[in-house]
């Protein structure tokens, strides 16, 4: 049982479209993150927060922006969808204060046409 | 800087094979957490086991054995006559503390019947 949801779970959109990702935790983990994956391939780190009010890029530089504003919820928006933004989006929390492992959403596919 | 490598781009094995999935990792943290994460073809990432610096011994799970040796760097997990439901990514990763995650690129596995 997901304690992590993504919705969309796929999403087609026309370019230029704006667009937000949700993600939400019922865990009370006060990390989350956002990654980019292309089918199969490397995870990036695209955003990530350690707190309500802290949000910071991650390794793989991108045109979404995210918010957190509660701690559960940590949406990721895109201004202006572009074909380039196809791709798989996943959500992750984590504990803090220790070393646990991430618990992530089933993603988001994101297709822009 | 830390950083993990999976050697195995792809592998495929017939069912019922033993495979080894190798992952090599860096690190200059004297306490470090190595994770292991499946991604099946439906997207999710599964947790399958976390094992921190300071515990050697491999662990087994049913079909599922990992060894752990600081002396090589490298935390493989091996699956014991695999199934085509073992068929997915697999994903090291290490973290410190006070630290994000660091993904290996992955391994595809296919197993074919």
């Known amino acids: 049982e997901a304690d992590i949801y993504q919705t969309p779970r796929y999403l087609v959109i026309g370019t230029g479209k704006k667009i937000t990702l949700e993600c939400s935790q019922t865990?009370?983990?006060?990390?989350m993150y956002w990654y980019q994956q292309d089918p199969g391939m490397e995870l990036h780190l695209i955003h990530y927060s350690y707190g309500v009010n802290s949000t910071e890029k991650g390794d793989l530089s991108s045109e979404s922006t995210v918010s957190r504003i509660r701690t559960e919820h940590f949406p990721l928006t895109l201004e202006s969808a572009r074909p380039s933004h196809t791709s798989q989006y996943l959500c992750?929390?984590?504990?803090?204060?220790?070393?646990?492992?991430?618990?992530f959403g089933s993603g988001t596919r994101l297709t822009v046409v | 800087a830390q950083k993990v490598t999976q050697a195995q781009t792809e592998i495929s094995v017939v069912e019922k094979e033993d495979v080894t999935l190798d992952c090599v990792y860096e690190?200059?943290?004297?306490?470090?957490?190595l994770f292991w994460y499946k991604q099946p073809p439906s997207g999710e990432l599964v947790f399958l086991i976390r094992r921190n610096s300071f515990d050697e011994q491999n662990e087994i799970s049913g079909r599922y054995s990992w060894n752990f040796q600081k002396s090589t760097s490298s935390f493989n997990f091996t699956i014991t006559a695999s199934q085509v439901v073992d068929s997915a990514v697999y994903f090291c990763?290490?973290?410190?503390?006070?630290?994000?995650?660091?993904f290996g690129p992955g391994t595809r596995l296919s197993v074919l019947p």
């Open positions: 690190t200059r943290d004297t306490t470090y957490y």
């Open positions: 990763a290490l973290t410190a503390y006070g630290q994000n995650f660091v």
């Open positions: 865990m009370g983990h006060d990390k």
């Open positions: 992750a929390s984590r504990e803090s204060g220790g070393n646990y492992g991430y618990t």
